[in-house]
């Protein structure tokens, strides 16, 4: 996995894994938020412990977190959210 600087925007308002292999997530903007949290699992499940564990969001925020990931890329929404995840291949 060479190193990237741009990612493919993933749009997403619900659980769901977001890469099923090797990947780096850039970072993700929240489009719209009710209380809304992100976790995310380096795997296709909620099996690996999460890296990022329920943190709360803001409405147009971007927040950088750059992370190479081994097995996949695996979001958890918590409450209500609108967010474009930016990931790597």
């Known amino acids: 996995m060479s190193d990237c600087t741009v990612g493919t925007p993933i749009r997403v308002s619900s659980t769901t894994t977001l890469a099923t292999g090797p990947c780096k997530l850039l970072g993700w903007l929240v489009n719209s938020t009710t209380s809304g949290t992100i976790t995310l699992h380096d ?28 097995n996949g890329l695996h979001f958890v929404l918590g409450n209500t959210l609108n967010v474009t995840f930016f990931v790597g291949y």
């Open 43 to 70: 795997g296709i499940n909620t099996n690996p412990t999460a890296f990022v564990a329920a943190i709360p969001t803001v409405a147009g925020a971007y927040t950088q977190c750059p992370a190479a990931l081994a």
